[in-house]
C-alpha cells in the first residue's frame, strides 16, 4: 500500500494550489499608536477606503463602490507594485473599518489570506489608532525560503502598519 | 454520547462532564490546560513545531498534538504533563482524530493527499491512505471502521475504510463526495451525518455517510472553521465573521449569531449543556451556554489558539495548579 501511495503522491505534488491555499500557521500583527488629536479628526484623516494618501508607500488609490458594501480599491505602491483590496466591514460611527487584500504579488507583500481591521478611539483631545492584520506567508508550501517564511510576512506587514501609523501621528500633529 | 471502554467496546455509558480543556497555541507553541469550572488556566506545556490539531485517547489519558513545522505529532502524558514521545509524520500534520475502538491516530497531512494512521503506543506509521488534496479536519465513525477526511483543496469529504478488516480491500481507495468549497473541519453525530465547515463558500455541507451524499447545505457567517455538535443545534466558528452561527438539526434553521471575539476558531461541545471555542486573535477560550446561547465565561490561554480537534477531557497533570 506504501509503494502506491507514495507514487500517488508523487504525481500530485505537482499540482497548483488554489488562490485560497495556505501555510499551515496563521500569523497576527497588531500596531497602535496615541495621536495627539480628536478622533473625529483622526478618523477623517484616515476613514476614508476609497483614500490611502495618508500612507507614505502609497502614491494612488483607485477604487469603486465608496465605502459601502462590496467597495473595492486598487493601492499603487511608489517604486512600483499593486494591491487589490475589497472592504468587508465599515462602522463610520465605530470609527472602523475591515478590509481583505484580494491580489497581490508576493514579491510586492509576502502573505497570502490576509483579512485585517484598523479603528480609531478616544476623545476630542487625543486618539489611538490601531491596525490589525492576520494572514499566512507567501509561501503555500512546505519548506519556505527564507524571503517567504513566517518571519518574512510579520516583518513585512508590521513595516507597512508602522510607517503607516508614524506618518498619520506626523501628519496630525503638525496640523495637517 | 458513548465512551469507548479499554476492552475496545463501546460501553453503553454517558461520558463523564469534561473538567478541563487543552488548547493548542500556535503562536507560543504551547499548549494551555484550562480548568473549565473555574475558567482559568492550570498549566501550559510547551510544544515547539506551531501546534494545532488536537485529540485525544479513547482512555482520555493521553493528548495528541500535531506540529506542523516540525513535521511530527507530541504525545503528552495527561498524568505528568509532559511529552512522552514525538512521532516524525513527515508534510504538513494538521487535523488529528483517534479511533475509539483500537485507538489508532490518524494524522491528515495537509501539504498532500495523505491520511496516515499510527500506533501511539510504537510510534509505527501502520498505514497510509490516499485521499483528498489537503486533507484537514478528520472524523472517525463511532465502530471505527471508517475515516472521513475534509479535503480542503479538492472540495471533498473522502470517506475510507480503515478497518483492516479480512473482507475489506487491503488497499482501499476512499470514497470522495463533492461538498462547499475550501471544507476545514468536519463533525459526525454519532455515525450517521456529518458537518463539514466550508471555508471558501461560507456554508456548512451536511454529509448522510451511509448515502454517500449531501443531504443539505447551511449558510453561516464568514470563514467558517469548525463545527460543534450538541444534541438538537449546530454551533460553526466563523472566523471572519467573530461570531458563532448556530443552527437547528432538525430544521437547519439558523437560530442565532454569537460574538465572541477575533478569529474563533476550535469549538467542541461538553455534551453538556457548554460549547467551548477558542479565538485565535484574541488568545482566549470562550464558554457558551448552548441553551440560552449567551457568552458565560472566558479565560486568557496562549498566544494564537487553533484547538483543532477533540480538547475537552477528564485529567490533569499531578500538580498543576492555577498561576
Known amino acids: 500500500m506504501l509503494r502506491t501511495t507514495l507514487a500517488a503522491l508523487a504525481l500530485v505534488a505537482a499540482l497548483p494550489f488554489s488562490a485560497l491555499a495556505h501555510g499551515p500557521s496563521r500569523q497576527k500583527v497588531v500596531q497602535s499608536i496615541e495621536i495627539n488629536a480628536p478622533a473625529d479628526k483622526v478618523w477623517a484623516a484616515m476613514g476614508n477606503f476609497q483614500d490611502m494618501s495618508w500612507h507614505p508607500a502609497i502614491e494612488k488609490t483607485a477604487g469603486t463602490g465608496d465605502n459601502g458594501a462590496g467597495a473595492k480599491r486598487t493601492l499603487t505602491l511608489k517604486g512600483g507594485g499593486t494591491i487589490e483590496e475589497a472592504l468587508t466591514s465599515y462602522n463610520a460611527e465605530g470609527k472602523s473599518y475591515a478590509y481583505e487584500i484580494t491580489t497581490v504579488d508576493v514579491k510586492t507583500l509576502p502573505v497570502s489570506n490576509y483579512s485585517s481591521s484598523i479603528k480609531v478611539t478616544g476623545d476630542a483631545a487625543k486618539s489611538t489608532v490601531e491596525w490589525k492584520g492576520a494572514f499566512y506567508r507567501g509561501f503555500v508550501n512546505n519548506d519556505p525560503p527564507p524571503e517567504l517564511n513566517d518571519e518574512a510576512a510579520v516583518k513585512a506587514v508590521t513595516g507597512v502598519y508602522k510607517a503607516g501609523l508614524d506618518a498619520l501621528k506626523a501628519k496630525l500633529e503638525a496640523g495637517g | ?323
Not at chain 2, 482559568?40 to 510544544?47: A, F, G, H, M, R
Request: one cysteine or more.
Open chain 2, 1 to 323: 454520547m458513548l465512551i469507548a471502554d479499554v476492552s475496545g467496546a463501546t460501553a453503553l455509558l454517558p461520558a463523564p462532564l469534561p473538567l478541563y480543556a487543552y488548547v493548542t497555541n500556535q503562536g507560543s507553541e504551547t499548549v494551555s490546560i484550562v480548568d473549565l469550572a473555574r475558567m482559568v488556566t492550570l498549566d501550559t506545556i510547551k510544544v515547539p513545531g506551531k501546534p494545532a490539531g488536537v485529540a485525544l485517547s479513547p482512555q482520555l489519558d493521553q493528548l495528541y498534538v500535531t506540529a506542523p513545522d516540525a513535521h511530527d505529532i507530541a504525545v503528552i502524558d495527561l498524568a505528568t504533563g509532559t511529552v512522552a514521545r514525538r512521532i516524525p509524520i513527515g508534510g504538513g500534520p494538521l487535523g488529528i482524530a483517534v479511533s475509539p475502538v483500537n485507538g489508532l491516530v490518524y494524522v491528515a497531512d495537509w501539504y498532500s493527499r495523505r491520511l496516515v494512521e499510527v500506533d501511539p503506543k510504537s510510534g509505527a506509521i501502520t498505514a497510509e491512505f490516499e485521499v483528498g488534496q489537503s486533507p484537514s479536519g478528520i472524523a472517525i465513525t463511532p465502530d471505527g471502521k471508517f475515516a472521513l477526511t475534509a479535503d480542503r483543496e479538492s472540495d471533498t469529504v473522502s470517506i475510507v475504510d480503515v478497518s483492516h478488516s479480512p473482507q475489506s480491500d487491503p488497499n482501499p481507495r476512499a470514497t470522495s463526495i463533492k461538498v462547499g468549497s475550501r471544507p476545514f473541519g468536519i463533525t459526525l453525530t454519532g455515525d450517521r451525518y456529518a458537518y463539514t465547515a466550508n471555508v471558501g463558500s461560507d456554508d456548512v455541507s451536511i454529509v448522510d455517510v451511509a448515502k454517500r451524499a449531501v443531504i443539505a447545505t447551511v449558510p453561516v457567517g464568514r470563514r467558517p472553521y469548525a463545527v460543534a455538535l450538541s444534541q438538537d443545534r449546530a454551533f460553526v466558528s466563523d472566523q471572519y465573521g467573530g461570531t458563532v452561527t448556530v443552527f437547528d438539526l432538525a430544521t437547519n434553521l439558523k437560530v442565532a449569531t454569537i460574538p465572541v471575539g477575533d478569529h474563533p476558531e476550535g469549538i467542541a461541545y461538553d455534551g453538556y449543556g457548554a460549547v467551548y471555542v477558542a479565538c485565535w486573535f484574541d488568545n482566549t477560550l470562550v464558554r457558551i451556554d448552548a441553551a440560552t446561547l449567551k457568552v458565560t465565561g472566558k479565560v486568557e490561554v496562549g498566544d494564537g489558539p487553533r484547538a483543532f480537534g477533540t480538547f475537552l477531557g477528564l485529567y490533569r497533570p499531578e500538580g498543576a495548579s492555577a498561576r
